[in-house]
T-cell receptor, first 111, second 116 residues
Framework: RKEVEQDPGPFNVPEGATVAFNCTYS??????FFWYRQDCRKEPKLLMS???SGNEDGRFTAQLNRASQYISLLIRDSKLSDSATYLC????????????FGAGTRLAVHP | AAGVIQSPRHLIKEKRETATLKCYPI?????VYWYQQGPGQDPQFLIS???????DKGSIPDRFSAQQFSDYHSELNMSSLELGDSALYFC???????????????FGPGTRLTVL
């Protein structure tokens, strides 16, 4: 079982839709949480860090539930340019901050 | 803003050859991480360096070695290449404070290694 599990996807949604991605992590020592996006054959790009209080950046909202070890990402008003793979990522206390990635969820936004 | 630089961007090698991948972190970033991403897979941590010392080691084969130099750039040396080493190799760097998220890492464009 992977340390970080994500919805398998792919998610195919029309422009303007709201889409939610879920992620769970198994190591309770996880201390930092992120969503990265990755376009095909490109590097992962930091989308946003995720805080216990929840945080929002424009159309993107991330939530963290430490008790349930659950992370979510909500994308509102989807754009064609949002099409990518979204990676749920954690790092662990004492792990020298190496990142542990989920398998990613592919999003395809169509006109 | 300056980003992580990796070279070369593409590399084609034969089995049993050696390869050297280079990474130049964002200025003033003191920690470098190497990740390997095979086809259809998520990135896997290989090794990291903090202030020129190895800080952590992941699933890196004994055939691979790496180091960080005084200017903070890092090199990943790969010997006796195998077909299974074909992958994207990413370098990421982290600032001393880790950013607001505590551990924000920024990735370079990667080196695509193909072993024939």
């Amino acid at each position: 079982r992977k340390e970080v599990e994500q919805d398998p996807g792919p998610f195919n949604v029309p422009e303007g839709a709201t889409v939610a991605f879920n992620c769970t992590y198994s190591n309770s020592a996880s201390q930092s949480f992120f969503w990265y996006r990755q376009d095909c054959r490109k590097e992962p790009k930091l989308l946003m860090s995720v805080y216990s209080s929840g945080n929002e950046d424009g159309r993107f909202t991330a939530q963290l539930n430490r008790a349930s070890q659950y992370i979510s990402l909500l994308i509102r008003d989807s754009k064609l340019s949002d099409s990518a793979t979204y990676l749920c990522v954690v790092s662990i206390i004492g792990g020298y901050n190496k990142l542990i990635f989920g398998a990613g969820t592919r999003l395809a936004v169509h006109p | 803003a300056a980003g992580v630089i990796q070279s070369p961007r593409h590399l084609i090698k034969e089995k049993r050859e050696t390869a050297t991948l280079k990474c130049y972190p964002i200025p003033r970033h003191d920690t470098v991480y190497w990740y390997q991403q095979g086809p259809g897979q998520d990135p896997q941590f290989l090794i990291s360096f903090y202030e020129k010392m190895q800080s952590d080691k992941g699933s890196i084969p004994d055939r691979f070695s790496a180091q960080q130099f005084s200017d903070y750039h890092s090199e990943l040396n790969m010997s006796s290449l195998e077909l299974g080493d074909s992958a994207l190799y990413f370098c990421a760097s982290r600032s001393p404070g880790g950013g607001r998220g505590g551990n924000e890492q920024f990735f370079g464009p990667g080196t695509r290694l193909t072993v024939l």
